[in-house]
């Protein structure tokens, strides 16, 4: 079955840094649109990064310079490089692979909590 994982979720001061890691297994990795989210109490959840299959990325405005998505295919691994953070960017994080044409389902993982002071 479809499994994701987030590690690497910490308390950090602002400027600080923190690499989030989320590992797969159950489903094709190499194929797969992965993202990342995250919801902050009180806000809905806000697309944060994806990287496509073929390693296109997009980053919301608000991460943009901050943020860097990566994948590894070997690995089954997708990872959120987050620097210079800010109050604002405490969160749960998730890892989320997008549906596809086989198996058109969302699947998230449990999150990991980002929080900045």
């Known amino acids: 079955h479809v499994q994701l994982v987030e590690y690497g979720g910490d308390s950090v001061q602002a400027g600080g840094s923190l690499r989030l890691s989320c590992a797969t297994s159950g489903f094709t990795f190499d194929d797969s649109d992965m993202g990342w989210y995250r919801q902050a109490p009180g806000n809905e959840c806000e697309l944060v990064s994806t990287?496509?299959?073929?390693?296109?990325?997009y980053y919301a405005d608000s991460v943009k310079g901050r943020f860097t998505i990566s994948r590894d295919n070997a690995k089954n691994r997708v990872y959120l490089q987050i620097n210079s953070l800010k109050p604002e960017d405490t969160a749960v994080y998730y890892c989320?692979?997008?549906?596809?044409?086989?198996?058109?389902?969302?699947?998230w993982g449990q999150g990991t909590q980002v929080t900045v002071s």
């Open positions: 990287i496509s299959s073929d390693g296109s990325t």
């Open positions: 989320v692979r997008d549906p596809t044409d086989s198996d058109p389902v969302n699947y």
